[in-house]
């Protein structure tokens, strides 16, 4: 099924199903820890060995050697695999950094080994036991501030002249922020167990991607696609780590190759802050000049960030590609190669960080003019893409998100100036920052089918990676054929299973209930065909089909105890991004506290509004904002990978050392969905909302702080010794 | 059919699946052997290692009495998750700074990733699985489906036995670090719920649910 135009006002206008608060379909399993994550699948192949793995102990440079001989007499152990016994393993184009094979160190933590053995303890020991001789590479570039971009970049948008508008601005603010690399610390550690039939391998893993995984693998394992099968149905979190193949799976495979025996490997906690992915520094450089009266005529956002050699790094200006109205506009990311781990996608890739200097800019303009910055920002929606004025947003409710926020906040009772505002040793601050993030769609297929009791089951190879995708694949398949939710069994994660969008970008429940959409009308289709009747007088409800007068039960149109199933793929046609820009937006609202003599700043009260159209399921969608802005409030007071600028590596590389919020930072946290469609995103006028809730919370914090105390800080995250010494004195 | 047995993918189901699917791409039979419940449990893991590096526990896990061998090295979640398969407890950390593993021994909550099985002989302990099943629902776990206090789910079994734990522990007149007045019974206020948690990380940032799934069945015990 094709998507080629915006759907009519007829498609899903009426619904009983979708957009429903149905609770969670997995709950009973997860509540009560029997879903099965990666690393416990006892069930799928007996006799299941252990894999401990070693990541390098140099950032950049030549393994010269590993002794192996002590390990491989220890007890227990039944193999050893070393980096040195194999070559350079061929990457995926969705790997950068090496995952295993060949003396050449990458970064720091890169794999270097594998001990396989009958327990978790004895691989472990007889990993320790391995001796490495490294050769350091000094030639290396650890420290971003110290380290040229390449200088090949193109501007991401150019736009009029800002050069000129900018000089001839009666108000202009030019300042510079920088964010920190960030770890996505999903909760359970990357895992794989693998197992080979032949010379076909069986994953059963936890990735948010099983397409992208199933052809990464068949690379790197040099085998065709059709050898490997990835299973992962449940999956502890991902928010981008988990986005592509990783040394758990590679490691697994192959010692499962070299034992002839099941291997289950996890990576340590403290090995994925190095060995994976992370949310890379940058340094931004921002420069907004206005009017008197606050109307902006031109903004310019460079940006600096890391990468390795051929990698990509993190695209902040993105988010003001599109944001605020202006004839002159100038964007420009540039990447610095350096020899830190991969930096790669984490939620919200690039709007995540550059609103955190965006909006927190925005509130120093918005001073600097002495007007309320829900004014300001009001005052600069733009009505066209500010990249290009030829598209328009499909749907834009900006100003209704700020609106309906600062009524709902009470903004009109803030604190005015730093200081005005006290309870007790507490000084008491408002922020608010605005929240964009893109809406893109990908082809999504998916297999429905009645099955013979009447029930339905939905089979595709998406992933639910806490987002909610069981049960909203359920309400829409429930909906398409009338049935209760608790009628529908949904299968995921499985690569035996319809190719959709997996998990990511935001993309994964518009994107992956479409497809489930397209399948259920090919089904309905396939109905009509079999009771001979046209496929639009057919109705669909109460377990059966109605058409003229005549009402068939589902169970009935099953043969033989056989399923009656359809398949199909939802494509999205190019007029979505051709004519429209499709995004979401919303807008945050922070009430902080800073404490007068330490510094310290804790959250008194969050509130989201959030315009990203039909929103599927508030429970799920609820849970996912709120989620998101607890992550936001990681980024703007805690979290920071410190770089040791020496040896090249994350030095907090564990969940002691990266601190992430835990419930005593959380305060009460409100959300607000605007009630609107957006016809052009998919045929259920749905868009992804689970990043764009992270999106300006961080800048909204840091305004709150600022409006408490008068201290601006411009390098994240807050902490308190950015701020004690500075404070007001009482 | 009810919505718990529709998601519970027992062991049959998966070979039903299996087996159609294999039927329809014409695989053959794999290589390696089908799980068992006596070949996952390996009796001979432990042959190679010297019997000074073993030893012999019992303990009582929901309910249960158990004999086990363990290396002397096992920590308790290890014994658990991978020698008793009891995988509902979670490892997310290994090093007692998520909580994802918590359980309750006699009594009490801990992180059983920070405790050796060795040192646990004669102990009562309760996992997740001894709480409620997926059609037995224990209180705390319905409240945490009703209020949305998950997303992933891997950290919610040591939510679970955490929050029900915490009301324990402040009926108890346990004091913790927000108390603010040692001398009478302790109120659970949302900051004494907060506190008392914040060992368990729940990087989904459900926090909010699952503060109020606690001061729900907070309610009902009242």
Known sequence: MRFDKPAGDSVLADTKVIGKPVHRVDGPLKTTGTAPYAYERHDVAANQLVGWPVGAAIAKGKLKSVGTKKAEAAPGVVAVLTTLQFDRLPLSQWNTANLFGGDQIEHYHQAVALVVAETLETARAGAAMLEFDYAPDTEASFDLSKTAPTGDEQPLSDVGNFEKAYADAPVTIDVNYTTPAESHAMMEPHASIAAWDGDEVTLWTSNQMIQWDKMALATTLKTTPDKVRIDSPYIGGGFGSKLFLRADAVLAALGAKRTGKPV???????????????????????????????????????????????????????????????????????????????????????????????????????????????????????????????????????????????????????????????????????????????????????????????????????????????????????????????????????????????SGGQFGAVSSTAGVYAACVALRKKIADELGKKHDDLTFADGAVHAGGSTTELKKLTRGGRELSAI????????????????????????????????????????????????????????????????????????????????????????????????????????????????????????????????GVAAAIANAVNNATGIRVRDYPITLDKIVGKLPTI | MSKEKMFEINRRDLMIVGAATA???????????????????????????????????????????????????????????????????????????????????????????????????????????????????????????????????????????????????????IPSNVTKDLSGPIEATDDEIRERMSGNICRCGAYSNILAAINDVKGQNA
């Not at chain 1, 956002?301 to 506009?329: C, I, M, R, V």
């Not at chain 1, 600097?368 to 829900?374: H, I």
């Not at chain 1, 945050?588 to 599927?616: K, P, Q, W, Y």
């Not at chain 1, 990266?658 to 957006?678: A, G, K, N, R, S």
Request: charged share 25%; proline share 5%.
């Open chain 1, 568 to 695: 199909d793929t939802m494509h999205f046609g190019d007029f979505r991004s051709e004519k429209y820009v499709v995004s979401t937006f919303g807008a945050h609202f922070i009430e902080a506290r800073v404490h007068s003599l330490t510094g310290e700043v804790r959250l008194n009260r969050m509130l989201a509004v959030c315009d990203a159209g039909r929103i599927l399921n508030p429970i799920t969608a609820r849970s996912q904002v709120i989620g998101a802005m607890t992550m936001g409030a990681g980024a703007a007071l805690l979290e920071e990978m410190a770089v040791d600028h020496d040896r090249g590596f994350f030095v907090n590389h564990d969940l002691a050392g990266y601190e992430v919020p835990v419930h005593l930072d959380i305060p009460h946290q409100e959300v607000v969905f605007l009630d609107v469609l957006d016809p052009v995103s998919t045929p259920l006028k749905a868009k992804g909302v689970g990043e764009l809730g992270i999106c």
């Open chain 1, 264 to 502: 289950k490997v996890q990576l340590p906690r403290p090995m994925i802050f190095n060995n994976t992915t992370h949310r890379g520094l940058t340094e931004q450089h921002l420069k907004i000049g206005a009017t008197q009266d606050g109307k902006i005529v031109a903004i310019s956002h460079e940006n600096k960030s890391n990468a390795l050699p051929g990698g990509s790094s993190e695209k902040a200006p993105a988010p003001t590609q599109h944001f605020y109205a202006t004839d002159n506009l100038y964007c420009i990311n540039r990447t610095a190669e350096m020899h830190l781990p991969e930096s790669n996608a984490m939620r919200a890739p690039g709007e995540a960080s550059g609103l955190m200097a965006l909006e927190a800019a925005m509130d120093e303009l918005a001073e600097k003019l002495d007007m309320d910055p829900v004014e300001l920002r009001i005052m600069n929606d733009a009505k066209v893409d500010p990249s290009n004025p030829n598209k328009t947003f499909s749907r834009r409710h900006f100003v209704e998100c700020l609106r309906t926020g600062a009524d709902r906040f009470g903004w009109s009772k803030r604190n005015r100036k730093p200081g005005d505002t006290r309870e007790g040793a507490w000084l008491i601050g408002h922020g608010v920052a605005g929240a964009y993030r893109g809406a893109p769609a990908q082809a999504s297929g998916a297999e429905v089918a009645i099955r013979p009791d009447g029930g339905v089951v939905v089979r595709t190879d998406m992933t639910d990676i806490g987002t909610g995708s069981y049960t909203i694949l359920a309400q829409t398949a429930a909906e398409m054929l009338g049935v209760p939710v608790e009628r529908v069994r949904v299968e995921l994660g499985d690569s035996r299973y319809p190719v959709s969008s997996g």
């Open chain 2, 23 to 173: 039927a329809s791409t014409g695989l053959p039979a794999t290589a390696y052997a089908e799980a068992t419940p006596e070949a996952v449990v390996k009796p001979d893991d432990l042959a190679s290692l010297d019997d000074t590096l073993k030893s012999t526990v019992s303990f009582t896990v929901n309910g249960e009495k158990h004999e086990l061998s363990v290396d002397n090295r096992t920590t308790l979640l290890d014994a658990l998750r991978e020698r008793m398969q009891l995988t509902g407890t979670k490892k997310g950390c290994d090093h007692g700074q998520c909580g994802a593993c918590t359980i309750t021994v006699n009594g009490r909550r801990i992180n059983s990733c920070l405790t050796l099985a060795a040192l646990h002989d004669g102990d009562e302990i309760v996992t997740i699985e001894g709480l409620g099943q997926p059609d037995n629902l224990h209180p705390m776990q319905a409240a945490f489906i009703e209020h949305d206090g998950y997303q992933c789910g891997y950290c919610t079994p040591g939510q679970i036995c955490s929050a029900k734990e915490t009301l324990e522990e402040i009926k108890a007149g």
